[in-house]
């Protein structure tokens, strides 16, 4: 009898531990309720963390990032060229807002070749894309051509006194004064600056525009300086963006601005070359 009792202690004994068991490893808390302790952010906090991360820098956002960039695209540039030709590049181009500036280079022995482009997207010196009128438009060219002495560079330069060569007296502003001539159907507008020649080119029947043309660019030298040429300088000024060119001497080389449509932007890439 003691027997049966004992083995019958020893079953509901076994039975009471093992559903004890059962209850202790059946979590007491939800999963989410196990996870570490970490203080609620108030609402809006983690939309805010977002909004203080650092966003990658914009390359060509303002003016000032756009300048900065002009720097390191000119700096690429001049490495390109690979010469030994001691040549000056602009400190800048104008370009249009949101645009970056390439360029494609050629060098030979005696002269250097950059085309200048504006682009919507960034491309590097000498990208293939750059000759896609879809992706980049170009917006200046400058030759710069080594001759073998300075006389010979001089003679590529059409320098004319314009006070010298007659014509009929223009008032320009600023105590200066143009003058005019026409022939051919062109009428042309001259005056000198210092070392420099420049004239405006307009047609006989719309002779105020090359007028007007004239004395906006009397005007923005007032505020700007040419490049100081050695021996000399000239400018054609064109008032139907056809023909822009800005030539001058720096002792045996030969500087030459084209494929410019803007007469005064023209002037302002010229000026940018005064160092």
């Known amino acids: 009898m003691k027997k049966i009792l004992f083995t019958f202690m020893l079953l509901s004994f076994s039975i009471i531990s093992a559903c004890t068991d059962k209850e202790e490893s059946v979590p007491n808390k939800s999963q989410e309720e196990q996870q570490p302790n970490v203080p609620n952010k108030p609402q809006g906090e983690e939309h805010e963390s977002h909004e203080n991360q650092q966003e990658p820098p914009k390359t060509n956002t303002g003016n000032t990032v756009a ?84 006389k010979e560079a001089n003679e590529q330069i059409s320098y004319q006194n314009f006070s010298q060569n007659g014509g009929q007296k223009v008032d320009l502003g600023y105590n200066i004064n143009g003058y005019q001539d026409a022939g051919a159907g062109s009428l042309w507008t001259g005056w000198n600056e210092g070392r420099w020649a420049l004239a405006t080119h307009t047609r006989t029947e719309n002779p105020e525009a090359g007028l007007k043309l004239a004395k906006q660019a009397v005007q923005f030298l007032e505020t700007h300086m040419l490049p100081i040429p050695k021996q000399n300088g000239f400018a054609r000024l064109d008032v139907y963006k056809s023909g ?32």
């Open 67 to 150: 300048s900065n960039t002009q720097a390191e695209a000119l700096k690429n540039i001049k490495d390109q060229l690979k010469t030994d030709l001691p040549i000056i590049l602009p400190k800048g181009l104008p370009l249009t807002k949101g645009t970056f500036l390439s360029a494609t280079t050629k060098a030979e022995t005696n002269q250097v070749e950059v085309l200048f482009f504006e682009s919507k997207e960034f491309l590097p010196i000498n990208d293939m894309k750059l000759k896609n009128s879809q992706t980049a438009t170009a917006i200046a060219r400058l030759v710069v051509k080594q001759y073998q002495n300075p």
């Open 244 to 275: 822009n060119i800005i030539v001058w001497q720096d002792e045996k080389l030969v500087y030459t601005l084209d494929s410019i449509k803007e007469p005064l932007k023209a002037l302002e890439i010229a000026t940018s070359f005064y160092h």
